[in-house]
């Protein structure tokens, strides 16, 4: 697995909308002793969007992540629902997806004008925080350095991968870079730090640039977005 990607996000638009109660948090029921998420009660906002998660809570069956206009989240095969508030509140564009990772963590993975990660672990959502405790969010160009996150996989088995566009001087003849940093989420979803990475270096920032877009076009880790038309 060489290719990473940005995580696209097709059009969504944000507006006004009821929302649903939000849930973060269950008790995983089950017989046999597979985590299975018991239904809460909770309901999927009317007019949300759906697509594919795979299995995220071990009982077999596939569940599904959802997007409205306001609320994103996650319904399971048993009727579970847990949801979130949009982070890219106002935003012009979000894409919601899942991606299963390392030790079995599920990540919920929402693009738009930023990029947010949440983990979807114990029956509930949790957000994820970087090293320095910061909620694990990459601005997309928005401020410097250029910052992005893509992935490295398929849709059973992914590796979050953090892309970031660098400049130094002391590099007279390839000052551009693009660093790679695969990241490792913790079991429990709440944090995350690099595992392994490597730099590619440049002359000029349109050669770096066109690296990095390579880089996010080699392989999509999952097809399965939740969008709103």
């Keep these: 697995m060489t290719a990473a ?41 009317q007019g949300a969007a759906f697509a594919g998660a795979g299995d995220v809570d071990g009982d077999g069956a596939n569940d599904e992540v959802w997007v409205s206009d306001s609320l994103k989240g996650i319904r399971t095969a048993s009727g579970a629902v847990y949801s979130q508030p949009i982070a890219n509140a106002g935003g012009p564009e979000v894409g919601v997806r899942v991606l299963h990772l390392n030790h079995d963590v599920v990540a919920l993975i929402e693009q738009g004008r930023s990029t947010y990660v949440t983990a979807f672990a114990d029956c509930g959502l949790v957000d994820t925080y970087d090293k320095d405790g910061q909620p694990l ?38 000052p551009w870079s693009v660093e790679q940093t695969v990241l490792e989420v913790t079991e429990d979803g709440t944090g995350a730090t690099g595992i392994d990475g490597s730099v590619n270096r440049y002359p000029t920032e349109e050669q770096a640039r066109a690296a990095l877009d390579e880089l996010a076009a080699g392989n999509t880790c999952s097809t399965e977005v939740a969008t709103l038309a």
Excluded: H, W
């Excluded at 992005?148 to 970031?164: A, P, Q, R, V």
């Design 5 to 45: 990607t940005l995580l696209g996000a097709s059009a969504l638009t944000l507006g006004s909308a009821s929302v649903a109660s939000a849930a973060v948090a269950g008790d995983p029921t089950g017989s046999t002793g597979t985590e299975v998420c018991a239904p809460n009660g909770n309901e999927v906002p």
């Design 137 to 174: 969010r990459y601005d997309r160009g928005l401020s410097d350095p250029y910052r992005d996150l893509g992935c490295i996989g398929d849709d059973d088995y992914s590796e979050l991968n953090e892309l970031t566009l660098g400049y130094d001087l002391s590099f007279k003849d390839q």
